[in-house]
């Protein structure tokens, strides 16, 4: 096992965790992109658990940079991130599992354990949902301009219209020519509907 998270008070918890297992053992521990060819190359892990953020890429890139030097790893995200677009990115890295770090510890050992073992714990519907919420977002997204995407992103940002005409150098009227778009494209019509939107989109973080 090999884990890759950039907060040590957290990796070395996990790692206190799994080899307390009699059927599980750490080989190493990194904490960046960067770090997880080096580690793949001389550990040979067969699972790795994988944090989503880390400090110079995501978990994705983490399991891409892994994959290519051992394809047969398997990969199991631990994250704080809940988002749909967190989930795709770990489905199209080749995920096996997709834990959110507020679960048992119990729990995670049981997902090490059956993913080792070759289990697949996303479920091919949360796939096919996953994918199908990915089409939506970028049908959405192909309708709206650059413009409008990034009237968007601000209006979620909290800026107020003639801040938003200041910032792009178009004006006031422009502006809201936009927000009148959205609201007819998006169902947009207030900051807050904004703030969910962009997000959904990925827009603003």
């Known amino acids: 096992m090999l884990i890759v998270e950039d ?45 989503f953020r880390l400090p110079d890429g995501t978990g994705p890139d983490a399991a891409a940079a892994v994959r290519s030097i051992r394809p047969a790893a398997k990969m199991i995200f631990l994250t704080r991130e809940d988002t749909d677009a967190a989930r795709f990115a770990a489905v199209q890295s080749g995920a096996s599992a997709f834990l959110h770090k507020s679960r048992a510890a119990a729990e995670v050992v049981s997902a090490i354990r059956d993913v080792a073992r070759g289990r697949m714990l996303i479920t091919p519907r949360t796939i096919s949902t996953l994918i199908a919420k990915r089409r939506s977002i970028e049908a959405q997204l192909d309708r709206l301009t650059p413009r409008e995407k990034e009237v968007l992103r601000l209006m979620a940002e909290g800026h107020p219209s003639r801040a938003i005409a200041a910032e792009m150098g178009i004006s006031y009227t422009t502006v809201r020519t936009h927000i009148r778009s959205l609201g007819s494209k998006l169902a947009v019509h207030s900051k807050l509907e904004a703030i969910v939107k962009a997000r959904e989109l990925g827009l603003i973080s």
């Open 7 to 51: 907060h040590r008070v957290v990796a070395e918890g996990l790692a206190a965790l799994i080899n307390d297992q009699s059927d599980m053992k750490v080989v190493g521990n990194v904490g960046t992109v960067g770090e997880c060819v080096q580690a793949a190359a001389e550990l040979n892990p067969d699972v790795v658990l994988l944090d």
